[in-house]
């Protein structure tokens, strides 16, 4: 669906193949205990959490974060995907979701 999508609009289709698998159980046991946990999760539900998150949904924010954490080519983070981004982050009740990503890409 994709691909048809993209060649609809004239993108270049089938330009990268990208593979994922689930993370390694490594990655996924953190030596916190709950309690630490729980605290971090309360901080990124009050006011606080909602003053970050939207700071980071700001177009600088996610300019600067996609080309260094997501983007092989920075050059490719363009106004289009931005906005993408932008729109998915205009729901501040999506934040935990971007939270929780965040903190496995910093890990």
Known sequence: VAS???AARGC???????????PAVEALSLDKSPEA????????GS????????FARRKPFLASFSKKNLFAD?????????DVCAAGAADAATRHA?????????R
């Open 4 to 6: 048809h999508a993209a």
């Open 12 to 22: 270049p289709v089938g330009s990268g193949v990208v593979l994922l698998g689930p």
């Open 37 to 44: 946990i729980a605290k971090v999760w309360r901080i990124v």
């Open 47 to 54: 006011p606080v959490g909602a003053a970050l998150f939207r």
């Open 74 to 82: 920075p050059a490719l983070v363009d106004d289009d995907y931005l």
């Open 98 to 106: 971007v939270f929780s990503f965040v903190a496995g890409t910093w």
